[in-house]
């Protein structure tokens, strides 16, 4: 919401001829993005776990607004490659929490995120954080909204939400 308050003050300091159109526009968009807020809240807020386990620290925002808890398998970048001593931490904080699911990224490699997976038998399941988003879908209507409600369809499902 804030960010699409000052991408709206910026467009229509570029463009004041559009400014009452901008304006509408972007509250609409706020309007939308605050239901997604209050639907990620309702359908997250009965769930039998709050345990994430997702590929790297992607989704470190996305858990602390829902009180939810990231076990991240490698750190902000999801390049780092962690040491055989963290990812036994990782799986057996997975194993603690009965996490089911292990999340990871469509655009980097899988493997870590299966490796966690097989070893606490777990299964495995895509979270899309919106950043490489590409024109195919862009132009197929994928927006942030669409995604954030895949990645919520995702998340009720392997955090057993009700």
């Known amino acids: ?10 467009l229509a300091d570029a463009l004041p001829s559009e400014t009452s159109r901008l ?3 972007a509250d609409a968009y706020e309007t939308d993005l605050r239901q997604l ?6 359908q997250l807020a009965h769930c039998e776990s709050r345990t994430i386990v997702t590929s790297h ?3 470190e925002y996305l858990a602390h607004h829902y009180d939810l808890t990231q076990i991240p398998i490698a750190g902000i970048s999801p390049d780092e490659e ?3 001593a963290s990812l036994e931490a990782v799986a057996a904080a997975a194993r603690a929490d009965g ?16 490796t966690i997976a097989r070893e606490i038998g777990a299964t495995t399941d895509a979270l899309d954080p919106v950043e490489t988003i590409t024109q195919d879908r ?17 998340l009720v499902q392997a955090l057993r939400c009700g």
């Open 1 to 10: 919401v804030t960010m699409a308050g000052v991408i709206e003050q910026v």
């Open 23 to 25: 304006a509408a526009n």
């Open 37 to 42: 807020d209050s639907y990620f809240s309702a």
């Open 57 to 59: 620290r992607a989704f």
């Open 82 to 84: 962690p040491d055989p």
């Open 99 to 114: 996490v089911t699911t292990v999340f990871f990224e469509e655009q980097v490699p899988r493997d870590l995120s299966e």
């Open 138 to 154: 862009l132009d197929a209507g994928t927006t942030y909204l669409t995604i954030q409600r895949a990645n919520l369809a995702s």
